[in-house]
Each structure stands twice: as C-alpha cells, then as structure tokens.
C-alpha cells in the first residue's frame, strides 16, 4: 500500500492502541495533522500551550499506566515541550512525544523554526530519535513505545523531518515485534541476592519497607501489600510512592522525607533493615546523607541498576522488576518465623503519639490543612488529586491518605508548576468516571492557565481547588526560616479575580472565605459533576508545612509545628539551605 | 584511579554525544576519548580514560550501559589488557639539537615520519606513560605541536 509517511505515522498510533494524542499544530507537522484528521479511532486534544500538552499526557500516563502520547510542532513547539518532557523524565512516566523538523535538506541551515531537537532533549528523555526517511518511519515508532514502556520507563522523542511525513512509499504494515542488541530490558532475578536478602531480614528487629515510585509504575500494589500483611512490618510511603499501600493502613506510618511524619522518619532513622523498593534515595527523601538510617542495613529493589549505589551505599541489591522480587521475597520467606517486632511497634506507636500533623486552627482563618481535609471527606478518598507544586502539594500530600495507586498524580522528581492542572485534564480523560480534583497554588495555577480552555472544549471536568494563600507560599516559608523574614518577591500582588477568570473561561468560579462556607462549596463543586469547577479558597497567608527536615539535618532532627517554629529560624538552620 | 573504559555501541549519528553529553551532565570527567567503527560498520569502540573512585567508576558503568544505543561496556582496567596511545609530535631541530633528538629517538623508538630541514615530525605509540616520559625528555622549546590520540585497548582474554 503506498502511503505518505504522515499517514504511515498515523497507522502506527493506531496500531499501538494509541487513544489519545496531546498536541498543538504548526508548519511542520501539518502533514501528520492532515493524516490525523482522516483518523477516527484516536482523539486529538488540542492544548493551549505545549507544555501543557506534554503534562496532559503525562497525566494521563500516570493514571492509566498506559503510554501517553503528545505531537508538537518543529522549533518553539519543541522548545515548550521540554519542561513536560523533563517532567516525566525524572519521575520515570512512558510517553512518546513526537516533533516536527524542518525538511532533511535544510537542517543545520538556521531554517525557520529549526532546533536541534535531538539535542536539546538528550538529557531529559529515555532514548530520541531523528527520522530523516519514511522508511524509518514504523520501525523507529516501534522502538519509540518500546523504550518507553519496557525497563524503567521515561520519555521517548521522535524527531521527523517535514520530507518523512511527505514521502510516499510502500509501507509493509506495523512491526510487529522488535528487538534491539543494544536494549534488553527483560532481566532474571538474581536468587542468590534474594537469599541474601532474606537473611537480613530474618534477622531484624526493627524492619521498615520503604515504597517508592517504582511501586506504582511497576504496578506492584498487590504484591508490595502482600508482603508488607505477611511480614507484619511498617511500611512508609516516599511523595512519589503514595497509595501502592494503602495510606489509611494501621502498617502505614505516612510518607517519609523533609515534610514526612515524624514516625515514619524516626522509623528510618532508628531502623536496622530498610527495605528498599522502587525508591531512589532522593535528597528530599534522605537528607543528611552522613545522618542517614546509621544502623541499618538496606535492601534495595530497582529495576535500574544505576539507582543502586548511586546516593547511598547498600547492603544487598536485587535487580529486576519490583514484582517479580517481591514475589521472591514473599517465596523465599514463607514457613520462616520472623522475630517478635512487637517492641518495634510499641516505639513506633509512641512516635504516633507526637502526632506531628497536628495543627493550630484559628477563628476566622481557613487552615490549607482543613481544606484537604474536607475534600478528603467529600471525596470519601475516592478521588484522583493532581497537585501542583508547593505547601499546597505537601499539604495535599499529607491530608489526603490514598488508599490506591495511580490516584495521586503530581511532579515529585522535577517539582514542576504548572503540572497540576493539564495533568488533571489528562488523568479525567484517562478515568472519566472518577472525580478528578486538582489541588492547587495561586502561584503555579497561573502557570497553565490556559488549558481551562482546552478544559471546555474537550469536557474534562474537574475540579479546581486553589489554595490561595496570596504568596508563593513554598518560597516564602523557606524565606522565612533561612533568610530572616526577607520576603523577596514571593508575594503574588495583583492577583487575578479567578471566580470571573474561571467564568470567562466557560466554567464555574466560587470564592470560599470563611471557613463555614468550605464544606458546602466542595459539597456544590462536585455536584457539578459536568462541569470544571474553580474553587477559589482564601487560606492562611502564614501557615507553614511541618514537620520538617531543613536540608542538612537528619531524620530525627524534625521541625515540628507549634514546638519548633522559633528553633527554626536559628543558626543551624540558616547554614543548612 | 585511572580507569580506561571500552564502549561498544551502535555507530548512529548522535551516538558519540550521547555518551559525552552524560559524561558532562553527571559531573563524570573525561581524560581522553576515541571513537572508531569496529570491523562491524555497524558497531563503534569508544575507549575513555576516566579518574575516579570505585563508587565513580562503578556509576560511570551502570549510567553508559543505560543509553539505549550501547551494547556492551567493559572497564578494561578491571581485568588483564593491552593498551597504546599514539602521538604525533612536531620537532624543530637545529645543528645543536639534532644530536639530542636523535639519541631521544632512538632511546623510545619513535619514528620519524617526516624530516624537513628545521623539524621533524616524529610518531610515537605505546602507553601513555611512556608517551609522557617521551615528551618530557625531549626539551620543551623544541616541541611546537603535539596531537595525541588517547588511549585505546582490548581485553586479552578471548
Ligand atoms: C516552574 C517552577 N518555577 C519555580 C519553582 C520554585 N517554587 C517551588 S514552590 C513555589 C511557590 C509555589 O506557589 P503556589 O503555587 O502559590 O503554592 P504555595 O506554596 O503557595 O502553596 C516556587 C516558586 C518551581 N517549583 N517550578
Ligand atoms: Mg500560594
């Protein structure tokens, strides 16, 4: 069959089950704009921003498990993409993104609209590829959903040149299988590791499963919950990881990290067997890397054998896919009887005790935390949260437990502003019967704006809940413990009437100011359950997020609210930023 | 420690890049690089001499051997090898010289490759000590150019 290579590209889509493609068009990629048009199996949203196309899929990808696919045009609609690509980059999320490039007889010319695409995006994606020829074509797109599904999963770029998408040629069909000397992602489970895994294990008194993001990719859910009843040990939760074990399980200490809870933190901190899975000993995870868990031996599970050893020296490794080891784990502990932890329990019980999410509320202000709070219970926990980046994130992060995997949506790697909103669009089209709630800042929310109306055209409703504290909050927080109040530029004057920008937007705005007013607005807001709803919810413009590891401290060296705000802004402190 | 790590990977375009962009990025250093296709065109060798600890090295191993385009990455350091440089150097010579250069020459059993009445242009192959040693001992005035390929190797167990 002779096809022009746009249609090939169109075919191939088609053939990998794409649904969905997240896109915005321009000179380059018309061609494959003109081919997608004639297509009827796969929906094209049309964004407003790049960017946002890229976080859309990527949102969609996060919530379905599923590769998510965005097409951007040559040059700025290139340069736009890199921060959503970057995004998914660093929290490991399958994605194709495919760009225009200036015809094969031109580049390296300065043409119009021409950059170095493949360049640009080297450091920030799984694999690239430039296309110079359509019959390249199906063979590089094969490879393309291949990489960036298989192993650890990341970004895949594929570069065509404006001639590829107009060449016509016989096109022999999608491949059907691939293979590539240079990529195995498939590996065997080392046993002797395991046993020597299991011999560590069996030895501890003071175990802690620590789950990262690689459990929810990894689809690892059932198995991680599996071993963690079996074992009867604590298990705490990185940013990333929330919701692979259910959060509201009395085995679940919280998330860990700089804004973790107290037990889960002092738990790692005191342990002697951290068990590792799917985690990669982030900074905002470990801290201190000289403080960090002294007295334990760790196990650590990844499917990347370039995240072991990479911050922080182990003691056994099992390389593979999560599943498959904890499955060998499960195995290879069974008929074993483990030593009483129960101690272990009663000192981590006291821990609880702190409760360090307590917080203050006060007359007459709306506390953030009471916020999620309340959209937990209307929500009845059900909801998927995409959150953007700030208080409002770790906020939303600690107040909403999550009790499944794929329901907690946000940017943990990169910590991008602006992810939060084209991420829900991209998680409702994913789910469309579940309740979609977008947590976020005054600040980061002007960062995608624009996709409300992408948001109208394509009748994703969500909802909006925007913390607006009046402040890039998360900035002026660190402003205030390490740079002695000097507030610079971390006020957000002027800010928007969002309740009419909302409305000129096609969608429903609502302005919460007293707290009494907070439960029957969420109450109406999901009411609507056609409609985006934009809540505008005024919070305390000082509250802080605790507890909290400044950088440079330990795990068990927390600052906790309403007992540590004045040790905060001592001396250590300011050294530690 | 100097470790001398041999790449095999597929000889695309950008696949050079690849690896010196993740060099640059991770802060891993670079003290020489060589790139040829092998006997197999569709197959390159990148040899890099690197310093670093073992924590380093290790890293510089699993992180090359992540890029989809490579196929195979061994430390040659790590195990029983052969290794050589080249040099090419360019030598002024004079009536006074000529002598000293000479006896150098011969002491290192570099070649000549091109003599002109003021300069020779000398090659030297072998390790990179000895092509150290060799440069030293000639007198630094006299050298106007030096171009040295960087290390390559094999492995010698089949
Ligand atoms: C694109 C981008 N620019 C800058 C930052 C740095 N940053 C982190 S949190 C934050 C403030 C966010 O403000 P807002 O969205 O209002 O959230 P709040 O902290 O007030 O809840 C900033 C500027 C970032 N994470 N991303
Ligand atoms: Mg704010």
Redesign the pocket.
């Known amino acids: 069959m002779k096809l022009n290579g746009a249609q090939i590209l169109v075919d191939c889509l088609k053939s990998e089950g794409v649904k969905h493609i997240f896109g915005y068009p321009g000179g380059a990629v018309l061609h494959i704009y003109d081919a997608l048009d004639a297509c009827t199996t796969i929906d094209h949203i049309l964004v407003r921003h790049e960017q946002g196309a890229v976080h859309a899929a990527d949102g969609y990808a996060r919530t379905s498990g599923k590769c998510g696919v965005s097409l951007v045009t040559s040059g700025p609609g290139l340069t736009n993409a890199v ?1 959503g690509i970057a995004t998914a980059f660093t929290d490991s999320i399958p994605m194709v993104v495919i760009s225009g490039q200036v015809p094969s007889a031109v580049i390296g010319s300065d043409a119009f609209q021409e950059v170095d695409a493949v360049g640009i995006t080297r450091s920030c994606v799984k694999h690239n590829f430039l296309v110079k020829n359509a019959n390249d074509l199906a063979e590089t797109v094969k490879k393309a959903f291949y990489i960036a599904t298989t192993g650890r999963p990341g970004p895949v770029l594929i570069d065509i040149t404006k001639d590829t998408t107009i060449a016509e040629i016989e096109y022999e069909g999608y491949p059907e299988t691939i293979k590539m000397r240079s990529y195995q992602p498939e590996m065997q489970i080392n046993n002797e590791q395991v046993a020597k895994a299991i011999a560590i294990i069996e030895k501890s008194q003071k175990p802690i499963i620590y789950s990262g993001g690689g459990s929810v990719i990894g689809n690892a859910s059932e198995v991680l919950t599996a071993l963690t009843r079996n074992t009867g040990f604590p298990i705490t939760q990185t940013l990333m990881g929330l919701g692979a074990y259910p959060g509201t399980d009395k085995q679940s200490v919280g998330m860990l990290g700089m804004h973790g809870t107290y037990e889960a933190n002092m738990a790692m901190h005191d342990s002697d067997c951290i068990i590792a899975v799917g985690a990669r000993f982030d900074d905002r995870i470990t801290g201190n890397l000289e403080k960090f868990c002294p007295y334990a031996k760790i196990i650590h599970i990844d499917i990347d054998p370039s995240s072991v050893g990479k911050v922080v020296g182990v003691d056994v490794s099992v390389i593979g896919q999560v599943n498959d080891v904890l499955y060998a784990l499960i195995q290879g502990l069974e008929g074993k009887t483990l030593p009483n932890i129960d101690p272990w329990w009663q000192q981590i019980n006291e821990w609880r005790k702190v409760d360090s999410l307590a917080y203050k509320t006060v007359e007459g202000v709306i506390k ?1 935390q009471t916020v999620i709070e309340a959209l937990y219970e209307v929500t009845n926990g059900q909801a998927i949260v995409t959150s ?8 939303a992060a600690q107040y909403y437990p999550f009790d499944k995997p794929r329901r907690w949506i946000n ?1 943990g790697g ?5 992810f939060g909103l084209p991420a829900a669009m991209g998680a409702k089209l994913a789910e469309p019967e579940l309740e979609v709630a977008c947590v ?8 995608m704006l624009q996709e409300l109306s992408t948001m109208l055209q394509y009748h994703t409703p969500v909802k909006i809940i925007s ?11 660190w402003q205030e413990f390490f740079y002695e109040k000097r507030y610079s530029m ?1 006020y ?1 004057d002027a800010l928007p009437d969002f309740v009419k920008l909302a409305e000129s937007y096609g969608h429903i705005g609502i302005r919460v100011e007293k707290e009494e007013d907070l439960k029957p607005a969420l109450i109406e807001a999901f009411k609507q359950k056609d409609r985006t709803v934009f809540l505008d919810i005024i919070t305390d413009p000082n509250e802080n ?1 605790f507890p909290m590891i400044p950088s440079g401290a330990g795990h068990h060296e927390m600052l906790l609210a309403g007992r540590d705000e004045m040790a905060s802004t001592n001396d250590s402190g300011l050294n530690l930023v | 420690m100097r470790h001398i790590i041999s790449i095999q990977l597929e000889n695309e375009s950008g696949a050079l890049s690849r690896v010196s962009g993740l060099f640059s990025a991770r802060g891993f250093n670079i003290e020489s690089l060589t790139v040829a296709a092998t006997n197999d065109p569709t197959l390159s060798r990148m040899t890099i001499v690197s310093v670093g600890d073992d924590d380093i090295i290790e890293q510089i191993v699993k992180q090359v051997n992540k890029l989809v385009d490579v196929v195979k990455v061994t430390d040659l350091t790590a195990t029983e090898h052969v290794e050589r440089e080249l040099l090419i150097v360019k030598i002024s010579i004079s009536n006074n010289t000529q002598d000293d250069v000479d006896a150098q020459l011969d002491h290192f059993n570099a070649k000549v490759i091109d003599a002109a009445e003021d300069a020779y242009i000398v090659e030297l192959a072998g390790k990179s000590q000895k092509i150290n040693d060799f440069l030293a001992a000639l007198n630094a005035d006299q050298i106007i150019e030096v171009s040295r390929t960087g290390v390559t190797g094999v492995c010698q167990k089949i």
């Open positions: 921060t953030p953007d980046v700030g208080q409002h994130q770790m906020w940017s990169l910590g991008t502003m602006g976020t800042g005054d600040g980061s929310i002007q960062m913390l607006n504290n009046g402040y890039l909050g998360m900035v002026r927080q971390s957000m997020v």
